[in-house]
């Protein structure tokens, strides 16, 4: 099993920044690719950020490059979405998912098996 906990969500004006951090525990050594999803209001899940675990590379929302980056802390089993220049539209609930094997999409959130609780994120005009 594996269990994931966010946290670091909160409330910012626009162009603000937050940085989400996802704990892991269990066999998250297995994982393929450990991403961050977001749901706003009324809307689907989507995909933000994902990371594959074997080589390190990464890919980004389109909506979302040049402002957020996605690390991890594989010594501490963490995750973690820096948030720059944070716009009323990221307003959502963020989620850290993780995945074995390899996704076939990196943002398709049925192609993830393990998911965490979520944590808002609200960011004012």
């Known amino acids: 099993q594996v269990q994931l906990v966010e946290s670091g969500g909160g409330s910012v004006e626009a162009g603000g920044s937050l940085r989400l951090s996802c704990a892991a525990s269990g066999y998250i050594n297995s994982a393929s690719a450990m991403a961050w999803f977001r749901q706003a209001p009324g809307q689907g899940r989507e995909g933000v950020a994902v990371?594959?675990?074997?080589?390190?590379?990464?890919r980004y929302a389109e909506d979302v490059k040049g402002r957020f980056t996605i690390s991890r802390d594989s010594a501490k089993n963490t995750l973690f979405l820096q948030m720059n220049n944070l716009k009323p539209e990221d307003t959502a609930l963020y989620y850290c998912?993780?995945?074995?094997?390899?996704?076939?999409?990196?943002?398709?959130?049925?192609?993830?098996?393990?998911w965490g609780q979520g944590t808002q994120v609200t960011v004012s005009s």
């Open positions: 990371i594959y675990t074997y080589d390190n590379t990464w």
């Open positions: 998912a993780a995945t074995w094997p390899l996704p076939r999409s990196p943002f398709h959130p049925s192609d993830y098996k393990y």
